[in-house]
């Protein structure tokens, strides 16, 4: 008897998981298995819009259907988009997120002096936008800085403190390249 669990719900969660992972660390090498992830990587290089996970999602999604229909295997098919899914969301998560962060948009009438506090507290850059305020036309700036999480916080709370009025939105940025970020290329034709 096998010591193994039996529990295919688990096991396709540990398999997406950690096959993720495993490619994802692979990816990020430009490196290949040389198996379907080498086709992956040259769709990727003709399209380098699209993210590497979506790319292996599509191209496995056909696999799992024809072998779900030819062995008349639904619970294998329905555990392997399981696994497929998750393989997909992790790859895209540890590569991509190496180069996510958050970025600011402060509305305020003392864009000097908040591009100064978001300095001192973060050692970021920002960018000045001019700005008219949409109800009474005053003459407004916008504060533009890219960070990620843990300085934004930092920010916010040094900018609310500096500027009780100002007007603070935070985005989610999938990628942030420039100085100060890590440039991650993957998969893209190299000229």
Do not use: W
Not at 7 to 21: P, Y
Not at 55 to 83: Q, R, W
């Amino acid at each position: 008897m096998s010591s193994l669990p039996r529990d295919r719900l688990l096991a396709a969660l540990c398999t997406g998981v950690f096959g993720g992972i495993g490619y994802a660390m692979i990816y990020t090498r430009n490196s290949s298995t040389g198996g379907s992830d080498f086709i992956i990587m040259a769709v990727k290089a003709l399209r380098p819009h699209l993210s590497l996970g979506n790319i292996a999602f599509l191209s496995d999604v056909g696999i799992i259907l024809v072998g779900g229909i030819l062995f008349k295997d639904v619970d294998g098919m329905i555990y392997g988009m399981i696994v497929n899914l998750l393989f997909a969301v992790v790859v895209d998560k540890m590569i991509y997120g190496l180069n996510s962060g958050k970025v600011a948009f402060i509305v305020t009438k003392q864009g000097k002096r908040i591009c100064q506090v978001i300095d001192e507290t973060s050692q970021r850059g920002s960018t000045i936008l001019n700005a008219q305020g949409g109800y009474k036309q005053d003459d407004m700036q916008v504060v533009m800085c890219a960070c990620n999480s843990k300085e934004m916080y930092q920010v916010r709370k040094a900018v609310q403190e500096e500027d009780p009025e100002s007007f603070f939105v935070v985005v989610e940025s999938h990628e942030v390249h420039g100085e100060g970020f890590k440039m991650t290329n993957i998969g893209e034709a190299q000229s």
